[in-house]
């Protein structure tokens, strides 16, 4: 199966280029960048040279569309729809790594993001999550990949709040992500020298993976969920380790709350739930598709801790693309994804 | 004014050598390693070859009292304490960097750390957080200097619970801390090939800075506070980022909330509360006794967020450890201490 | 094809594990580990819990033998030996990861790490420089793995040397390299607070990999040709960037040098040389076995340039040695081997 | 004595302010920065906040110039001549530390640099390295501050080339540097997502700073002498680490090489010639003056190894102008500048 990348040369392009090299069942067809055009690939990134003999397109959907079955598309918001639009038009299934198609509800989308260039393709986007969404992910034509905040996110909590046992206000989202998480950009805090030893939060309680997250914490709760998110920059290239404060409606202890995440993830090849006693590490995951999962019940204060970590780049955006591709194509979830973290 | 170091060797006491060779009134006189003893301090730390021209001696208070007006004990907690007694016996002022006298409450230091050698000295040391102490630092002969979490997590939190607008119940503490607050341990998960691109939450409510935070927490309320301490290991050396997570008890405003740590600490010259829109970072403070700090209020969630940052090995250890020798000595309390953080 | 990796839990070993979880055509039967003798490997590292469902096996290998078709030895130099001699006897192919049977000289061997165990298989063992030994290789029962370094310095050098192009007096080898080169040793000098942000020489003119440095570039000069050679460790965790200073015998223009190489590698998959201008990053390389190699001749000043670098855990141990038992056993080179550098 | 610091708001500018802050003899009286002026320091640093109260001004030295009695040119190469010649013309003391006045030889510099804006001021500046040029910077009205690598580099090679002992021809310079030495720039390369974890070789035989190095190394040798510089960059915000590569006229032994070093540098405070057996590292320069020196004789194969290493915001920038600027004002040369390296 044939597949183009949009926007390869950006961060979550160039991770889809890794893993898709790797993959025995789609190969890349079409490679666009704006800025890159007419380079071949290995030039442009020497990491690939003599893995892929490309050379990056500009990104004109209508002309490409007819070299590719399946498409990827990672480009920035907003930029994504028009693009997404036409390939959807010339019968090309699209994964999208943007956030144009997140979001259900277009008010909160234009709330957040501003006007939507291709509105009627929402409700047609399924949201790529397939540890939730499995069944609709199968022969989907049109997948809105979730962001890598909101993985970290819904993964631990959806367990607890579909059976009922947290309190639906005042939950509490603290997450640490890796700096890959904002792309190729050229701000100054971005710089090693200004980013090594250094860390802060950013964005308290205004990011716009706040909406996303509440969006599918809602449907697991059933009523209107909203959370208090807090992102920190960390001193990292990859990784999100997140922990979610929330507290119980009734006494749950750790070796419960451990006892419903394995029974929700029992057989989840890339969720995995951690013994009791051991933490997730952005170590464990980095550059594998796992998201890892654990609780801790404070029962002292009347506290749930939820902790989860992953690669941004894999399971937070390229590896949970792909998955979510080999679903929408009819191949095996974990097709190309088998990567073990590095260790170191 | 002579002042000896016990445990130079360690983390913390390597950076009190390094901010009293800038102190103008303070003269280090003694300095201790049990494991370096006899050796020239510059042949052990090059760092310091041409700075300090002392060898390391056994760390005997009997032998070394009478060479020092002041020590710092820089010692793992339970061996603390008996040079402290040592010490104190011997007419030598102590301000102690171990944990062995912050908590004043024997039952919960054992609940923690075990049997006390000296329970005796107990009551009568003084906790060393001069924002909150000043008044009885000002010449006193025992002093506690709080751990580096506590600072970090009182600061901001005391406010607001003298001023009773935030619930007692529920607070979250989760703060991310550099490799530097465990000491020069040899442990494999401190290895930078394990650590780096790497971070993970540790002793998860179940971290013996817990206890110290809620006798602080419980003196400002006026009632017992509990806390669920989160602490995380980041990979940097120094530096330590907090976020604390209450409800307020009525509706409050950022500027409302800013404004609060604007009064409390408007003569502090350590604390320095950011404007609107800023958040702390682990680079504004790196090597300073500077700790920052900022709220943010999530009107929308009802949750009130309290940040802060500092130098675990500064204000959370030897420059804190400083500020109350200068008070315990009379001298201003900023001498020796006004340092600027490295940028970059 | 069934495999052991005896030392499965040192960094190399580990490597060897994530990389053949990847192999097509080995499966990995036994792993051995001192330490961790009967512990699942997914507990002890949670990087490989859900990749691979083994337990450690103490490192006996004449209970072990049987077991497996293929070896990996992974052990420290003087513990391989007596582990290789064993697995030999009972008729197991050995890919050797340690120094024993490195170097063909037994005297030289002797001067560098003291008595050898089991010196019958001296001459015995092919040196696993594919690009250089690939016709003995293959179906070989015993190959004595390259050093990280060794492999960084060599696979550049050894053209000029054979062409008569470079002086055999005089080379300077100036390579830096990530810290998991050591192993999981718990020095305080590899502790994150103490390498970070760090940087130093060591063994300047005294590190075991000289002699092989120097056998290698003696059989391609055909005469004997001594090095200084200066490593040095870097704050990464992977990866080895080498220099090589050496005396053009006839002028020599960057243009020629980088023919020369070109020449010398044009079928090579994992030798990739690279264009005029662009220099080898450890990023473009992290994680594959590729070497990158570069030439800059400085005319001026009658100096030859030249640059590689690899992945020390890769190429220069895991990767190659499963390059080399690709070799020993009839597979495609490359089988397993095909992966592409994180970017980031 | 007022000082002025143009390009305050560059790394080797904001160096000077946090060096500045601390010497009690010098007072900041003017900060200029082109993209930041009418803003207060410490809203744009907020690591300055409470430590300076300034808002920076346009580089206008007309203006300012009667504010100030010396000023810090901390501007790129070109902007500093016309800044330097109007503040020269106005009776203000100037230490430079751009590229400007570093070199003697005018068609050198323009080969280089291109056109130079103020040759009149040619040969009216002194080199501003105080271990060989102390004599003439006492009273010196116009300083060039030399680069950060040649620092590193004639420091430790000077003695060699004027007592004969090295040849003058094939030297060899392999310098590593954090990415602070390239100041604050956008560039890709520079961020922290593709600089962590990497490193590489840059500008080999082509840096600018070759042309600095042979000019001070031809002073000493009383002859002209080329270098083959090759600049690594690394994964550090501060530090270079340089080894030269020289082949000795005489045999030499480690213990002579470095005899000869103590006997330059005994009366050097900020020179430490380290013992046998120890090498320069990042670590024990960081933030400090002090340039730490080794040498090491390859006997065996001719080759006489000098390391050293230096913070290069500190001895190769800012805290060598300040050095300098001790001299020029008849102040004791350490005023100011008696800073430890942090440990860790």
Known sequence: MRVGVF?????????????LLRHPKLEISV??????????????????????????????PERLASRMDLAFTALPHAASAPTVAVLREAGVAVADI???????????????YGPHGHPELFGKAVYGLPELYRDQLAGAQLVACPGCYPTSAVLPL?????????????????SKSGVSGAGRKLDAGF???ELDENAKAYKVADHRHAPEIE???SVAAGKPVQVT???????????????????????????????????????????RVLPEGETPTLASVRGSNFCDVAAIADERNGTLVLLSSLDNLVKGAAGQAIQCANLMAGFPETEGLLETAFLP
């Not at 290239?237 to 995440?261: D, E, F, N, W």
């Open 229 to 271: 998110f807090v992102p920190h920059l960390l001193p990292t290239v990859r990784g999100i380790l997140t922990a979610v404060y929330c507290r119980p409606t009734q006494p749950v202890s750790t070796a419960r709350a451990l006892a419903l995440l394995q029974e929700a993830y029992a057989d989840e090849f890339f969720v």
């Open 7 to 19: 926007g390869a040369s950006g961060y979550a392009g160039l991770e889809l280029l890794r893993l």
């Open 98 to 112: 943007s956030a144009d198609y997140r979001l259900r509800d277009r008010a909160v989308y234009e709330a957040w």
């Open 215 to 217: 969006q599918e914490a």
């Open 31 to 60: 490679v666009t960048s704006e800025q890159r055009a007419g380079q071949p690939v290995g030039e442009a990134f020497p990491a690939l040279r003599g893995r892929l003999d490309l050379a990056f397109d500009a990104a004109e």
């Open 158 to 174: 959806v367990p607890f709040l579909r059976a009922g046992l947290v309190e639906t206000a005042g939950i509490v989202i603290d």
């Open 191 to 193: 710089l090693f020298a």
